[in-house]
């Protein structure tokens, strides 16, 4: 999505004259955006910039003297001209794409002023970036780092309707390209209609000036796109097609994304491969492209993606591994084929085959209704992670599955069942050495892999809490002792510490908090005890992710809250 119109073209048609009276305004312009150390100057020197902005934009100046204005623009200005500055900053890096202005978006950041302002734009700018990815990695990286900003830039303020719509647009998106199903994507893009009608509410509620108004028919092209999305998703799932030709247009035009909506360059490497993979695991799928490319009438621009999709289909039955998700039981699978091709006996192939099966899903098999919700939300949230793969995935599932276990049996409990090592958690003053002392014994006796040490030094500079390691890659665990209700915003000052260790390795981590309150009511349930953060640090572009839990402190036996 193009977030700005460019400038129209000043009034006068003199090109001589225009350039006379730029230059003769930029010195002035350029000493009312220099006056800016008091709120009472400082909304005239941003419109200042803002003019020069402008007339850089349509050609009237060169635009060297003003980057060089604007990425000496420091955090520790005046609030008020920052605030407009950051917007200023973020047009300026989509007009010309100059790098040394994300160092200035990431600078402003810090400012609470412009903090909102700056982490949109800064968002936008990596949004960009994503989009000229040339591999499906690096792209799925980029596009994650953007909507955290988005997230961030909402709760920073709520009202900003404009960062909900570029994260919702992201999400379905990436709820595509990994085989999400129907429902997920109907509730994505039911947000980002809902985000979109509000956004495009306020738009109307004011003018707004030319340089800052949205492409509305690049913004309809890419609400009519993803709108087919979850369709899409729907009838690649099945092995034909009532209305062949309908569906295989609306299709088509999916799959050739980055080439007919203007801006949309880099989402088709995210959304081709699972529709090649639908087309090359169903003969019925193919035999409707085929019967299309043989229709005489099948003309203009969507024939010539229709060709490259069956070429590309061509190529792909060559490959020896085949695009597309395999099935949660493909392992399990191969593994009984591989079996009977060596002539096991069948009470050996029961054996290893059940012993397969309760690797792979005993863990995730709790028959707990609200233990499966807290676990298979924060997975579908760690999906977009291009860490959270292969092994990676296995073990901090595994981890993730052991601390929703350890919160709910520190809730559930009594002071006879946890003994003295649970005594902390009815203390009036218990220390945070308590708390990790006994989550460290939870996991030595419930996790099958992994070294588990406490107080590692040698990481980020510091010294890890809790570390699991696994060879080559490692789980951190940071915790903290906070006296006082911990909510998800508390939790935030705490997220930036704990997502300092992931800094060398896998970006993937874990938040531990014990609350303590002088509770007269009940401690929260158990699934607003456990959720999902992310953030992008200042100074990086890659999403760091984390698992953060609470554990309630200072507890009190049932009869003892009643009033």
């Known amino acids: 999505m193009i977030a700005y119109r460019p400038v129209r073209k000043m009034g006068t048609t003199s090109e001589v004259l225009r350039a006379r009276v730029g230059l003769r305004l930029i010195r002035s312009l350029e000493m009312q955006a220099a006056a800016r150390s008091d709120n009472r100057n400082s909304l005239i020197a941003a419109y200042a910039l803002e003019t020069w902005l402008r007339l850089a934009l349509g050609g009237v100046v060169t635009r060297f003297r003003l980057l060089s204005v604007l990425v000496e623009i420091e955090p520790e200005e005046n609030g008020i001209f920052l605030e407009h500055a950051a917007k200023i900053v973020g047009v300026a890096f989509h007009a010309w794409c100059d790098r040394d202005l994300l160092i200035v978006l990431e600078r402003l950041r810090r400012n609470p002023a412009a903090s909102g302002e700056a982490t949109f734009e800064y968002g936008n700018a990596l949004l960009s970036i994503a989009l000229d990815g040339s591999d499906q990695h690096s792209l799925m990286a980029g596009l994650e780092s953007a909507r955290t900003l988005f997230l961030e830039a909402d709760c920073i303020d709520p009202d900003r309707s404009d960062a909900k719509v570029y994260a919702a647009v992201i999400e379905?998106?990436?709820?595509?390209?990994?085989?999400?199903?129907?429902?997920?994507?109907?509730?994505?893009?039911?947000?980002?209609?809902n985000t979109a009608a509000d956004r495009a509410f306020l738009l109307s509620a004011d003018r707004l000036p030319d340089w800052l108004i949205p492409r509305w028919d690049r913004d309809v092209q890419w609400?009519?796109?993803?709108?087919?999305?979850?369709?899409?998703?729907?009838?690649?799932?099945?092995?034909?097609?009532?209305?062949?030709?309908?569906?295989?247009?609306?299709?088509?035009?999916?799959?050739?994304?980055?080439?007919?909506?203007?801006?949309?360059?880099?989402?088709?490497?995210?959304?081709?491969?699972?529709?090649?993979?639908?087309?090359?695991?169903?003969?019925?799928?193919?035999?409707?492209?085929?019967?299309?490319?043989?229709?005489?009438?099948f003309i203009g621009e969507y024939r010539d993606v229709a060709?490259?999709?069956?070429?590309?289909i061509s190529a792909i039955a060559t490959e020896?591994?085949?695009?597309?998700?395999?099935?949660?039981?493909?392992?399990?699978?191969?593994?009984?084929?591989?079996?009977?091709?060596?002539?096991?006996?069948?009470?050996?192939?029961?054996?290893?085959?059940?012993?397969?099966?309760?690797?792979?899903?005993?863990?995730?098999?709790?028959?707990?209704?609200?233990?499966?919700?807290?676990?298979?939300?924060?997975?579908?949230k760690l999906s977009d992670s291009p860490y959270y793969i292969g092994r990676f995935k296995e073990t901090f599932d595994r981890l993730v599955f052991q601390v929703i276990r350890f919160c709910m049996d520190r809730q559930d409990a009594t002071k006879k069942e946890l003994g003295d090592r649970g005594k902390y958690l009815f203390a009036k003053n218990p220390l945070e050495a308590d708390f990790q002392k006994d989550l460290r014994e939870f996991f030595v006796g419930n996790l099958t892999e992994g070294a588990i040490q406490t107080e590692l030094e040698g990481i980020a500079k510091g010294r890890a809490d809790i570390y699991i390691g696994h060879g080559d890659w490692r789980f951190l665990i940071e915790l903290?002792?906070?006296?006082?209700?911990?909510?998800?915003?508390?939790?935030?000052?705490?997220?930036?510490?704990?997502?300092?260790?992931?800094?060398?390795?896998?970006?993937l981590g874990m938040l531990g908090i014990l609350e303590l309150v002088d509770r007269t009511d009940l401690p929260s349930s158990v699934e607003d005890c456990i959720w999902y953060d992310s953030l992008v640090p200042e100074g990086d572009v890659t999403v760091r992710h984390l698992v953060v839990f609470k554990v309630p402190g200072r507890l009190k036996r049932p009869n003892e809250l009643s009033r």
Request: contains cysteine.
């Open 172 to 193: 379905v998106v990436q709820g595509f390209a990994r085989n999400a199903g129907e429902s997920d994507l109907q509730q994505a893009f039911h947000t980002l209609a």
């Open 223 to 297: 609400f009519e796109l993803l709108e087919y999305i979850p369709r899409i998703a729907v009838e690649l799932d099945r092995p034909s097609w009532l209305r062949a030709c309908e569906v295989l247009d609306r299709l088509l035009k999916v799959y050739d994304a980055d080439r007919t909506i203007a801006g949309g360059i880099g989402f088709g490497i995210l959304l081709r491969p699972r529709i090649e993979a639908s087309f090359v695991r169903s003969r019925g799928l193919l035999a409707h492209l085929d019967d299309r490319l043989r229709d005489p009438d």
């Open 307 to 312: 060709v490259t999709l069956r070429d590309r």
């Open 320 to 380: 020896p591994d085949l695009l597309g998700k395999q099935g949660e039981d493909t392992y399990i699978e191969k593994l009984q084929g591989v079996l009977n091709d060596i002539g096991a006996p069948d009470v050996f192939v029961d054996r290893v085959i059940g012993a397969a099966k309760d690797k792979l899903i005993s863990e995730s098999e709790m028959a707990n209704p609200v233990f499966q919700c807290i676990f298979r939300d924060i997975r579908s």
């Open 480 to 507: 903290k002792r906070h006296e006082g209700h911990v909510s998800r915003e508390v939790a935030r000052k705490y997220v930036g510490q704990a997502a300092s260790y992931q800094g060398t390795n896998v970006k």
